[in-house]
């Protein structure tokens, strides 16, 4: 099964916190094909990597290991490039739920996920609202 990550719950891949051990169960569970990421995941997950340095949850080191273990992994998952048609697409889901909440970058990370509906068994956040999101676009989901 192929499934798409978007930056919080991959994060719990290298990051143990809560709703980690739901993503575990899940690569520990699942014959997973296809890993997809938006391009924008590299930026998200080194800013949340950062994040946890400046609220003094983990070391400078510990994040410059994170980020160069992150980095070492690109080859395991495959990366949805920030093209016109998603960004078109991100556009669009601004205007169906930016009322709703709906920020820009998970705007991209929504839009990268519809355009994958047919390619994907599965849509992975840990981001309440944008789980919602994947929902109402019809996107199997699983609650974190």
Not at 38 to 55: D, G
Not at 110 to 129: H, M, N, P
Request: charged share 25%.
């Amino acid at each position: 099964m192929n499934i798409f990550l978007d930056t919080s719950s991959l994060f719990k891949l290298y990051h143990k916190e809560p709703g980690t051990e739901i993503i575990d169960d899940v690569f520990a569970t699942s014959i997973i094909g296809h890993v997809f990421l938006s391009e924008i995941t590299k930026i998200e997950y080194v800013s949340a990597v950062w994040k946890k340095v400046r609220i003094r949850e983990i070391s400078a080191s510990e994040a410059e290991t994170k980020v160069t273990r992150f980095k070492s992994d690109y080859t395991k998952y495959v990366f949805l490039g920030l093209d016109d048609a998603i960004v078109n697409r991100a556009l669009d889901m601004m205007a169906k739920y930016g009322k709703s909440g709906l920020r820009a970058l998970d705007s991209v990370q929504l839009a990268s996920a519809v355009s994958l509906s047919d390619k994907c068994g599965l849509f992975i956040t840990t981001d309440k609202l944008l789980n919602d999101f994947f929902a109402l676009e019809s996107l199997p989901v699983i609650n974190i």
